[in-house]
Structure formats: structure tokens, C-alpha cells
């Protein structure tokens, strides 16, 4: 359900464009890593992954749970609450380890929130939490590395702001953009190094941000898939 909503709302609020790497692999039981800017990403990146065909299990937020309706329908669905600064913040952990046993693609934020920054510029992932590390390790899932830019053209700033960029959005409709590149395969170094996801989806970033004209350097050619 939260796929086909994603699916139906986001050519509403702007004009999606997907880029995928000739070599990504959507293997099941992988890992799907994303950067996180604005509150609106998590609904483009759902959609972006449900014209491939992919609707992952997404590791969000507790707090989406508390939204009536929404929290049934997130949990009836096999999502996963995670409660931050919390002693039930390792059962996200064990409910993503269960996931991907059972074939399912998982979806993280390696930064673990949202940045600080009111403006709407894009910029690279900040440094990554050890969530995504130590599900790797436990796992041994590859990454496939996801970068999406634009949606800080949807919601950003001030909560002032972000509501007023929500209405107008469906009339001035920014480009949107998400690019998956090839899987990182689990290391056999231990602890996992985080430094090498995060190299990857900020690899990922760049390209989503090209395709935007933002300031950031271009990788290497991708299969396109641009949809408006």
C-alpha cells in the first residue's frame, strides 16, 4: 500500500528521474543504503524503487508509528520502528537481520537523521551511524548504495517552511532525482568499515545531483530510466 501511495503522490509534488548502474544487482536479502535530507525523501525513494519493481522493507522512525492509520499500516506491512536513544534501539537491528533472512531488501539511513541545515542545497552525506556496520557484519548482506537529490526542493528549513514548500510544491513540481549504483559486497575486515558505504552512496549523491545541475561531479555512465 505505502509503495503504490508513494508511487501515485510524488508525480504530484515533482518530476521524478531514476538512474540505475548497469551492474547493480537487486540480489535478495541486500541492503539498500540512502542518504537523508528533507522528510520528503523516504517517499521518493519508495517510489523511485517501485518503478524497478522493489518495494523494500524500510527502517524508519518510530515515531511514524504514533500517526493513526499510518502506524497500522506500517507495522501490517513488516516495517521497522526504530527508536533512537532508546534500550529498544538494537530490536530495529534484529527485525532488519530477520528481513533480509527471509529475501527481503532492506532499506536503511546510514546517517541516521536528518541534517541541521534550513537551506536547500544539496550536500553530501554526512558521516554514517555503526547501524549500518553491524547489520552487515551480522549479516553479511552487500550494500546496494542509493543517492537521491531534491527532495529538500519539497521540504526543508523551518517547520514554517517546510509546510509552505509542501503546498506549493505541486505547483512548482522541482526535479527530482534518484541514482543506485553497483552493490558493495561485505568485507571480510572486521568491523566492517563504514567509511567504504559511505564513499559509495556519497558516489551515488553525486550523480543524483548531477542530473539536477547541482554542484557535484558526475561518476560513471548508468542506465537510465527518467520518468516525469
Request: aromatic share 4%.
Amino acid at each position: 500500500m505505502l509503495s503504490r501511495l508513494a508511487g501515485t503522490l510524488v508525480p504530484v509534488f515533482g518530476r521524478l528521474s531514476v538512474t540505475v548502474d548497469a551492474d547493480t544487482d537487486f540480489a535478495p536479502g541486500s541492503i539498500i543504503a540512502a542518504n537523508h535530507t528533507s522528510l520528503a525523501d523516504p517517499v521518493v525513494v519508495v517510489a523511485a524503487l517501485r518503478r524497478l519493481g522493489i518495494e523494500p522493507v524500510v527502517m524508519a522512525a518510530a515515531g511514524l508509528w504514533r500517526i493513526p492509520l499510518l502506524g497500522r499500516a506500517l507495522t501490517r506491512e513488516g516495517h521497522i520502528p526504530v527508536y533512537r536513544r532508546d534500550r529498544r534501539a538494537a530490536d530495529a537491528l534484529d527485525g532488519a537481520a530477520d528481513a533480509l533472512a527471509r529475501g527481503r531488501i532492506v532499506l536503511i539511513y546510514g546517517e541516521g537523521g536528518l541534517p541541521r541545515r534550513r537551506d536547500v542545497a544539496e550536500a553530501a552525506p554526512e558521516p554514517f551511524r555503526s547501524g549500518l556496520a553491524r547489520l552487515v557484519q551480522r549479516t553479511g548482506a552487500p550494500i546496494i548504495p542509493l543517492g537521491q537529490a531534491g527532495a529538500r526542493r519539497i521540504t526543508s528549513g523551518s517547520r514554517l517552511k517546510q509546510i509552505a514548500g509542501a503546498i506549493t510544491a505541486p505547483l512548482r513540481r522541482p526535479a527530482l532525482h534518484v541514482h543506485i549504483g553497483a552493490s558493495v559486497l561485505k568485507s571480510d575486515e572486521h568491523p566492517f568499515p563504514t567509511a567504504r558505504a559511505h564513499e559509495a552512496v556519497t558516489s551515488a549523491w553525486r550523480t543524483a545531483a548531477a542530473h539536477l545541475d547541482e554542484p557535484a561531479a558526475r561518476t560513471k555512465s548508468s542506465l537510465d530510466l527518467n520518468q516525469t
